[in-house]
DNA sequence: TTCGTGATACCC
DNA sequence: GGTATCACGAAC
């Protein structure tokens, strides 16, 4: 399975309210303190998984959370996976993007510059990348650091310009 | 719009 | 020990 990344989520830890970090390290984020290239998966809302992947260098809490993944092998297996035929919507949000590509706590801490199971390409998807506040965060509007494809029926709902 | 869902973190 | 909070999704 694989597919191109058009929406994520920047967090950095201190100073940044909405941080899973921003109250210090605990053992749920602590994946976020170490080194960069690593997955940080946490379950949250009683049934959801999110994918992050960690920046910054070890001892300075940041990540990128991976909102949406626009679907390009292994379709079938993911629609398997979400039990949904609607391929605009197979990894459109957090919580169904992991579903889709059955990533669990197994993967938490992952070294994805070394994994078999999750691992990234570089490249880019076509098209404008534009910025917006991100979503669900009560404090820290100030900072647009969501990213998405701009157009893209892959991201997620709601897509303020 | 509302509600389900459960881990976490923080308060006793 | 209890409970408020939450980086969400699906159904309505």
Same mark, same amino acid.
């Given at each position: ?9 920047a967090?950095?830890?201190? %100073? ?7 109250r ?30 960690t &920046? ?6 940041a ?14 297996e993911?629609?398997a %996976?979400?039990? &949904? ?10 919580? %169904? ?8 706590? %197994?993967?938490?801490g992952e070294?994805? &510059? ?7 390409e ?40």
């Open positions: 399975m694989s597919g191109v990344v058009v929406e994520t989520e967090y950095r830890g201190l %100073n940044d309210p909405a941080s899973h970090a921003y210090g390290k605990t053992s749920r984020n602590r994946v976020m303190f170490g080194p960069a290239g690593h997955a940080y998966v946490y379950f949250t809302m009683g049934m959801h998984y999110c994918l992050n992947v &920046t910054e260098s070890d001892g300075s809490p990540a990128v959370l991976l909102r949406a993944v626009q679907p390009t092998e292994g379709i079938e993911m629609a %996976n979400r039990g &949904t035929q609607d391929k605009g919507r197979l990894a459109s949000g957090p919580g %169904n993007l992991t579903k889709a590509f059955k990533i669990d706590r %197994n993967l938490n070294d994805i &510059t070394k994994s078999d199971s999750l691992y990234f570089s490249g880019r998807a076509e098209g404008a990348i534009r910025m917006s506040t991100r979503v669900g965060v009560s404090h820290g509007k100030e900072r647009k650091w969501r990213y998405f494809l701009a157009g893209s029926p892959y991201v997620s709902k709601g897509r303020p310009s």
